[in-house]
């Protein structure tokens, strides 16, 4: 049997947890203390807010309190996004004489940011000590603007605040459906992103299509052939059966030979993340070196008739193309 979908490729970008609360943003004259007319955009048009705290206010510029700021030196996160999916930023950063305590991230001139907290540094006694922090960012299902920068900066308990870190995103094309499911991964190994809906019928690369109208998008790095965006998705565009849902990822072979595969998966439906009554949303996983033909069980989550379901990627200016589709040999 062969195994083949049509490509479909889209870019877009935290910490565990979410926040359904939605803040309005309302800019204020600090010389009047007046509320002045809102912007035309805010951070919402762009970043999910995610177990963080929203600001009212522009990304705060860098600043000197007492002593040596806190410089981060480099962020790493998969290559490729789309809209709804979570992109997990491996952020590195030195302190040298105060502890950094808190992370903020928003888009470069948008109204709006958020902040987290930084776990205590795991360093003893070190000069300029060198220490890391994940970030797990969310982009919206509604984004429209193509080109973007993501903007992070840090904090220390003197309230230095270090210069900017810059993400340039660029947001090809977006997907979306009522329910959508989304896989993305930092290696170019083949993964596959499975969904079983409530009658039973599972959704992968061998039956890319539901009779209930749920559908794959792509598989990606079918048999090892790269494709560059390690991006699977199932979209639901329009009507969703009611009941249980099952999401898991598949090992399914191992490309790249001595690497563990870092990946994540979002599940939003009618533009909120579900809330599983299983695991976790978005889930955050690793295959191991070896661990082809392993399943790892994500989340499963109850699509109830008139329930309300709890509510990136960068790449430097790279330009994906839609590429045809390709056949997958099944060997399972």
Avoid: W
């Amino acid at each position: 049997m062969m195994k083949k979908i049509k490509h479909i490729f889209v870019i877009l970008i935290l910490f565990a947890g979410f926040s359904c609360r939605k803040d309005t943003p309302v800019p204020i004259d600090v010389q009047s203390n007046q509320s002045i007319p809102p912007p035309s955009e805010t951070i919402y048009n762009y970043l999910y807010n995610y177990n963080a705290v929203f600001v009212n206010d522009y990304m705060p510029e860098p600043k000197v309190v007492n002593s040596a700021c806190p410089e981060i030196t480099s962020v790493n996160g998969y290559a490729y996004v789309i809209p709804g999916d979570a992109n997990q930023l491996g952020i590195k950063y030195t302190n040298i004489d105060h502890e950094v305590t808190e992370l903020y991230y928003g888009v470069k001139g948008v109204y709006g940011y958020y902040k987290v907290g930084v776990p205590p540094a795991k360093h003893q006694g070190a000069q300029t000590p060198s220490d890391s922090v994940a970030l797990l960012v969310i982009i919206s299902q509604a984004i429209t603007q193509t080109n973007f920068t993501i903007e992070i900066n840090m904090a220390d308990s003197s309230g230095n605040i270090s210069e900017p870190f810059y993400l340039p995103v660029d947001l090809i094309s977006a997907n979306s459906g009522r329910l959508q499911l989304s896989l993305s991964f930092d290696q170019t190994n083949d993964l596959d992103l499975h969904l079983r809906e409530p009658g039973g019928f599972e959704i992968f690369y061998k039956h890319p299509v539901s009779p209930s109208g749920g559908y794959l998008v792509d598989d990606a790095n079918a048999n090892c052939i790269p494709d560059s965006a390690n991006i699977e998705e199932i979209l639901y565009p329009d009507s969703v059966p009611l009941g249980s849902y099952r999401v898991s990822v598949k090992y399914y072979m191992q490309c790249i030979p001595d690497v563990n595969t870092n990946f994540c998966v979002t599940a939003f439906y009618n533009g909120q993340l579900v809330s599983p009554s299983y695991g976790t949303n978005p889930y955050k996983g690793k295959f191991f070196n070896g661990d082809a033909g392993m399943i790892a069980n994500c989340m499963e989550f109850n699509i109830a008739s008139g329930s309300k379901i709890a509510h990136m990627r960068y790449t430097k200016g790279i330009n994906i193309p839609n590429r045809p589709a390709r056949i997958k040999e099944n060997n399972k």
